[in-house]
């Protein structure tokens, strides 16, 4: 519980001082969390992972098969390290106006891209362009929506090339940006991979471009060979905070996490980022394998679509999402399925950014309670009712069918309805599924933290503006009153102040329930015992570029 609370302190000290000041500095440093060993290891690390849904696109990707090997393939102007610390890194400084709309970031000289092209700050504003225009259809679009111009963009008929109009490139190492709105956590924002900038040549065909990208970070692009593995080496020119103190990484891809779990215990895998259901008991007395165990961020959970029918927006949709949700004895499947390595959730956040609170008007509906769980499902069967089968999709490559079938048990204990879960097999399958729309079931929903801040859990998850494919919005949930409030929130420049406003629009969700928070993943990773200066950081992944054998 201490290191629970230092994580929570640390970081919100970090997001007052990260917004609305004037960022400035290098981003070099040195230390266990940041270079790994003095002396760079000539070893490829080899790490799992699973098949990327789409090609290797900063702002079309929002999974872990691709996003794991995007964040060292490229570096941004801003990064955070093991600890939560902001590192400097394209960026110089990150200076704002009064008020939070306008930010003005000068860049360091001298980055470039692997392929010798500089980084400037045409990198950049052409990126978020490319990434904002709804004509080249960008799963992270959203993310744009916050600098003006967003909304212009969206039009059907906006031409390919029209970029937006908040972005202004005073000289090669100045980009002015004007936001939409007034954001005070928009220097945190900066470390997300959306804003990572691309080479010229990404342009002449983006595909073609993901499937062999071209970055400016610690490692450079090798090979891809679908459903096997991806290869990442170590980039000799990167200057950055995150060096990288091994010769690579090979990206593994598993469809079986007990599978991987034995080629870790066989020393032909180094690094496990989370031990299979099967070996939850045992591995940290497992002497072939480093365990390790810490608070984490990742969120778990499942999404019912507002389009189900019983489900959408209104009295009869919130009566039957709070009746699941109370029917779910979370404590009990953390502690008999996962030998409690998971924390039962409390909010739509997670203890590890500051504006996290156990304490929300209306968090009862995070809690075990089966007599009111029947009574609202038997309030909502009173305006229309309910027939056939409650279904969670959930993808089979992956340890989800424990925990799905323990949920869909309590939902026929308690609200004497049919459930099941409904498996896909792979990760990409569901996630195609989740993409098009197709889906015509609940399904299941992970997020990984981008950065320190609870914002990172509304905007990209609940907004309107990441709605309807243009975010990872994906059950299309919008609100007004919610998108109202976490403006409210980002428009206020004081930290007290923020995090009352984001808890407003948290007590909002918690009536609305557009997703069923579980719990928050923490770190239950292993490594082989041949690699040392193995790091977790805020979003539950490992420092990769740390790691030597």
């Known amino acids: 519980m201490a290191s629970r609370t230092w994580a929570g302190r640390a970081l919100a000290a970090l997001v007052a001082a990260a917004a609305l000041v004037s960022v400035a500095g290098c981003g070099s440093s040195s230390g266990s969390d940041q270079g790994g060993t003095k002396a760079s290891s000539d070893k490829i690390i080899k790490v799992d992972n699973t098949e990327p849904q789409s090609p290797l696109v900063p702002a079309d990707t929002n999974e872990m098969g691709g996003g794991k090997v995007i964040r060292y393939l490229f570096e941004g102007l801003v990064s955070y390290d093991a600890k939560g610390k902001q590192h400097m890194e394209v960026a110089k400084s990150i200076t704002p106006n009064a008020d939070a709309t306008q930010y003005t970031i000068k860049l360091n000289d001298g980055w470039k891209f692997t392929n010798g092209e500089a980084v400037t700050a045409t990198s950049f504003a052409d990126a978020w362009s490319y990434a904002a225009n709804s004509k080249n259809g960008l799963k992270q679009s959203s993310r744009m929506s916050i600098i003006k111009g967003y909304d212009e963009l969206q039009d059907p008929n906006v031409a390919a090339d029209a970029k937006l109009s908040g972005l202004e490139v005073k000289d090669p190492l100045t980009l002015v940006v004007t936001l939409a709105s007034p954001d005070s956590v928009f220097p945190i924002q900066l470390a997300h991979q959306s804003f990572f900038p691309l080479p010229s040549v990404a342009y002449k065909d983006m595909k073609a471009f993901g499937k062999a990208p071209i970055g400016d970070g610690p490692y450079k692009f090798k090979s891809w060979q679908p459903n096997t593995d991806i290869l990442v080496v170590k980039n000799p020119d990167y200057h950055g905070a995150r060096k990288a103190a091994n010769a690579g990484i090979d990206y593994r891809v598993y469809t079986s996490e007990d599978a991987a779990y034995s080629d870790l215990q066989s020393g032909n895998l180094d690094v496990m980022v989370e031990v299979p259901q099967s070996a939850l008991k045992t591995f940290r007395s497992d002497s072939s394998v480093k365990a390790f165990v810490q608070p984490g961020s990742s969120y778990q959970g499942f999404t019912i679509p507002e389009n189900l029918a019983h489900f959408g927006p209104g009295k009869e949709g919130n009566l039957r999402r709070q009746a699941i949700s109370m029917?779910?004895?979370?404590?009990?499947?953390?502690?008999?399925?996962?030998?409690?390595?998971?924390?039962?959730?409390?909010?739509?956040?997670?203890?590890?950014?500051?504006?996290?609170?156990?304490?929300?008007?209306?968090?009862?509906?995070?809690?075990?309670?089966?007599?009111?769980?029947?009574?609202?499902?038997?309030?909502?069967?009173?305006?229309?009712?309910?027939?056939?089968?409650?279904?969670?999709?959930?993808?089979?490559?992956?340890?989800?069918?424990?925990?799905?079938?323990?949920?869909?048990?309590?939902?026929?204990?308690?609200?004497?309805?049919?459930?099941?879960?409904?498996?896909?097999?792979?990760?990409?399958?569901?996630?195609?599924?989740?993409?098009?729309?197709?889906?015509?079931?609940?399904?299941?929903?992970?997020?990984?933290?981008?950065?320190?801040?609870?914002?990172?859990?509304?905007?990209?998850?609940?907004?309107?503006?990441?709605?309807?494919?243009?975010?990872?919005?994906?059950?299309?949930?919008?609100?007004?009153?919610?998108?109202?409030?976490?403006?409210?929130?980002?428009?206020?420049?004081?930290?007290?102040?923020?995090?009352?406003?984001?808890?407003?629009?948290?007590?909002?969700?918690?009536?609305?329930?557009?997703?069923?928070?579980?719990?928050?993943?923490?770190?239950?990773?292993?490594?082989?015992?041949?690699?040392?200066?193995?790091?977790?950081?805020?979003?539950?992944?490992?420092?990769?570029?740390?790691?030597?054998?």
Not at 390 to 399: C, G, P
């Open 327 to 549: 029917a779910i004895d979370r404590k009990t499947i953390v502690n008999k399925i996962y030998s409690g390595t998971k924390t039962p959730a409390t909010d739509f956040t997670s203890p590890l950014v500051p504006e996290h609170s156990a304490k929300l008007k209306d968090s009862g509906n995070l809690q075990y309670n089966p007599a009111k769980a029947k009574k609202l499902w038997k309030q909502a069967d009173a305006i229309s009712k309910f027939s056939g089968t409650f279904k969670i999709a959930y993808n089979s490559d992956a340890a989800h069918k424990p925990w799905v079938d323990a949920v869909c048990n309590g939902l026929k204990n308690t609200l004497g309805i049919d459930a099941s879960g409904d498996p896909y097999p792979t990760f990409s399958d569901i996630r195609n599924q989740v993409s098009n729309r197709s889906i015509k079931t609940a399904f299941r929903a992970g997020w990984m933290l981008d950065y320190p801040t609870a914002e990172d859990y509304m905007t990209p998850l609940y907004a309107s503006s990441s709605a309807d494919g243009h975010g990872s919005n994906d059950g299309d949930y919008k609100n007004p009153e919610f998108d109202k409030a976490l403006a409210q929130a980002l428009s206020q420049t004081d930290v007290a102040k923020r995090t009352a406003d984001f808890q407003t629009a948290q007590e909002i969700l918690l009536q609305d329930m557009p997703s069923i928070p579980l719990w928050d993943e923490d770190v239950a990773a292993a490594a082989s015992t041949k690699v040392s200066n193995v790091h977790f950081d805020y979003t539950n992944l490992p420092t990769y570029n740390t790691i030597t054998k």
